[in-house]
Each structure stands twice: as structure tokens, then as C-alpha cells.
């Protein structure tokens, strides 16, 4: 999923790696080093967040005392958030438990340093962990749920539009999520029997996503604080503080036939296998490309011929005016004249969907986006600048998605 923009867009390493191709063992301890690195800022929360406490307690002390007088609250409500922050420090300790062998396909090997001392993390990181947790309301808590009845259900309709249970075996209809965040829009898709892969890049939402799916199994068993890093717009004080209960459902209450897995890595280099999807699902996805053109090539690539994308999702650009990052802001028309010029069909089309994205709903500042929302299909017979395409003119029938050896997946 995507993220705030500038949030995603300043620590440069999440994409930047993937572009300067380096040997396999220097592309191994980059990958390394950056493992450890996001562990790092799972530890150093406590750290962290303590110290953004204690300024506040210091600048709040400078006042004079006459004015302190008058504000008795302001003193208890930073000692709740200090006993808030250390709660969430357990939970991102039991996020990180035993990830050391999550991936399939590779190892990080242990560190020898003592893992119970911190170490500095950036300002970037530490907000994109905050970030991470204000996705646990967006995707598994009851708070959640209009947002998701926003975001997610149009697309998950239109997936059981295309593919109804009447006329297809959906256990044989393949659906990829890009960008999949903490997997609830997958684990929707696949709980009504598609079979489903989503595909994350961040090792925050790897991490969380895991420990969600493969480790909790009793409804809103675990809390959350998410919103004690909002010193501002606050109507009182009790609001910073309030607990989020997650999950709001069984994750492993998926029925016994279902599938649904997680692939780790870069959208553009992990999905490369030509007519291998029926269905494309991006959900505030599409601007978080360097080059979005890319994006769209890649999804008529691995589209079946007669498979459709859906798409909902703004266009806030995740590396615009970032330093050293190649970033083209398209619009949507240019976006969708690309789309129309690769082959698609538009199908379905509304330029007009305002959500939200980990909105804190008693703020005093929201941000609504005005998405658009489409369903596009790659046509069963293929037909492009006036040259058959080499792939087949059939819609062929829908099988399941294969396992990608060359991608770290989550076990």
C-alpha cells in the first residue's frame, strides 16, 4: 500500500538499491545490511518516542509556573503516553520475534552484538515504523473498517463481478495485489476462495504483515496506541492515548481450501513470467513508481489475455522533488492514454472516489483523496499497433499462480 509520500520517498534506499545493479554477493550484504537496519528501528522505538516525551515534558516545565497551574492535565497525559509507548514497544518486540527465517529463499544469519541494545536509527525510518502502526488500524482493527468499506470493497465487488462463483471455479481465478500492505485486501480476496498473492517491497509491512497472518489467532488480542506520536490537532487529551484493539478478525480463520501467500520484493523485477495473472488488484499503489509507465507495462505483461486490472488510488507521487530520484508526475489522462495505447480497454470508470489513508478519525486534520477508480482488460484477442501479439488469442482457463523461486517468500 502506499504510504504518506514524503514518509516513503526520503529514505531513497527502499527503491534506489534495486536500480544499480551490483554482484549477487554485494546485492546480498546490501540486503543484509538492510534487514538489520529496519530491525534496528523496531528496537530503537522506545528510544525514540521516550525522548520526543521528555522535550515535551522540558518545553511544557520552561512555562511559567503560573501558566503551568492552570494546565494540571497537560503532565499525567505525557506520563499515559510514556506508559504507551512502552506497550507498543512489546508488540513491535513480538513483531520482529523469530523473523530472522520468515523468507523462504534467504538468511540473515544472527548478529553478534548484544540485540537488546539500541542502536541510532534515522528520522525516516522511525517515522515509516510509525507509520507501520497506524496501518494496523487501516487493515485489522474495527476502527478500520470504513476506511477498508472505502478502499477495498469496490475493488473486492468488482473482482466477484468478473469472477463470480456461478461461472468460474474461483479456487482457479489468480489475483495479485501490488503493494499489499498488511495483507487484508488479500486475505479478503482470498477468504471468498480466489487464489491470491500479494506483493510487498517494504520489510516494515513484511514484518507486520507476518506476524499477523502466520501468528495471531484470537480477535482483538493484542493493542495498539497509534496515535500518541499526534502532539497536534488533538480536541482532548484522552484522544492521543486511545487504545486500538487488533486483529478484528480470526486471520487464521481462512476456510481450509483457501490460498493465499506473500511475496517479498520489487513489483517490476519479482513479476516478470508473461500471461500469468487473471486479475491485477493496485490500491494506492500505481504513484509509488519512479516511472509509473513501467507499472502499466508490467501489469499488461502479466496479465492473461482477457485478465483486467482494478485500480483505485491517487496520484501523490512518492519521489517528486526528491533528490537523485528519477520521478515523472504524470496525470491521470496521460496515464490512461499510455493504458489505452498498450492495449487496454477501459471498462468501467470513475474519476470521483474520495477515501481516506490511515486517517486518525478524531483529528482536527484529515486528508481525503479523490481517487480514481477503473477496471481495465487486456483483451482476449490481442491485437497491438496493427501486429498479432506473440501471446495466446485465447482467454486461457485460470490456474493457479506458480511458486517464484527467484523471490523471497514468507513461509
Known amino acids: ?34 534487514f538489520w537496519r529496519i530491525i534496528d528501528a523496531f528496537r530503537c522505538y522506545r528510544v525514540h518516542v521516550q525522548e520526543q516525551v521528555s522535550r ?57 552484538e548484544d540485540p537488546r541494545k539500541t542502536r541510532p536509527t534515522s528520522t525516516f525510518d522511525m517515522d515509516k515504523l510509525k507509520s507501520t502502526i497506524k496501518q494496523f488500524v487501516r487493515d485489522w ?33 489468480s489475483v495479485l495485489i501490488p503493494g499489499a500492505g498488511l495483507g487484508r485486501l488479500a486475505w479478503e480476496i482470498a477468504r471468498l476462495g480466489y487464489t491470491c498473492q500479494g506483493n510487498e517491497w517494504s520489510l516494515f509491512m513484511l514484518f507486520s504483515s507476518n506476524f499477523v497472518l502466520n501468528r495471531c489467532e484470537k480477535v482483538n488480542e493484542l493493542t495498539l496506541y497509534p496515535w500518541i506520536h499526534q502532539f497536534s490537532n488533538n480536541k482532548k487529551s484522552s484522544d492521543q492515548t486511545r487504545p486500538v484493539r487488533f486483529p478484528d478478525v480470526n486471520p487464521q ?6 490460498d ?75 496515464i490512461k492514454k499510455a493504458m489505452i495505447t498498450f492495449g487496454f480497454h477501459i471498462e468501467m470508470e470513475k474519476e470521483s472516489m474520495q477515501t481516506t489513508y490511515t486517517e486518525n478519525d478524531r483529528s482536527m486534520l484529515r486528508y481525503v483523496y479523490d481517487c480514481v477508480f477503473f477496471v481495465a482488460r487486456k483483451p482476449a484477442d490481442l491485437c497491438l499497433n496493427n501486429q498479432e501479439d506473440d501471446q495466446q488469442q485465447s482467454f486461457p482457463p485460470a490456474a493457479k499462480s506458480p511458486r517464484r523461486d527467484s523471490t523471497d517468500s514468507l513461509t
Not at 499525567?76 to 520475534?97: F, M, S, T
Request: net charge negative; charged share 25%.
Open 56 to 112: 515535551a515534558e522540558r518545553q511544557f516545565c520552561s512555562l511559567p509556573q503560573r501558566h503551568q497551574n492552570l494546565l494540571p492535565g497537560v503532565l499525567p497525559n505525557l506520563a499515559r503516553i510514556r506508559q504507551c509507548v512502552d506497550h507498543n514497544q512489546e508488540v513491535l518486540q513480538a513483531i520482529i520475534h523469530n523473523c530472522l527465517h520468515m523468507f523462504e529463499n534467504m538468511e540473515y544469519g544472527e548478529r553478534r
Open 260 to 334: 493465499l501467500s506473500m511475496v517479498a520484493g520489487d513489483f517490476v523485477e519479482v513479476y516478470t513470467e508473461s500471461a500469468s495473472w487473471d486479475c491485477v488488484a493496485t490500491c494506492f499503489f500505481i504513484d509509488t513508481a519512479h516511472n509509473v509507465i513501467e507499472y502499466v507495462e508490467t501489469i499488461w505483461k502479466i496479465l492473461k489475455p482477457g485478465g483486467v486490472w482494478i485500480n483505485l488510488g491517487p496520484l501523490l507521487y512518492h519521489f517528486e522533488n526528491i533528490a537523485n530520484e528519477l520521478s515523472v508526475e504524470l496525470s491521470y489522462e496521460d
Open 1 to 34: 500500500m502506499a504510504e504518506t509520500a514524503r514518509e516513503e520517498a526520503e529514505g531513497g534506499t527502499y527503491f534506489h538499491k534495486e536500480r544499480i545493479k551490483s554482484s549477487p554477493e554485494e546485492e546480498a550484504r546490501l540486503e543484509i545490511r538492510h
Open 141 to 173: 482493527s474495527e476502527a478500520g473498517q470504513a476506511e477498508r468499506d472505502s478502499c477495498y470493497k469496490p475493488i473486492i465487488q468488482e473482482i466477484q463481478r468478473l469472477f463470480p462463483c456461478d461461472k468460474y471455479d474461483v479456487s482457479k481465478v
Open 253 to 258: 480463520s481462512l476456510p481450509l481450501n483457501s
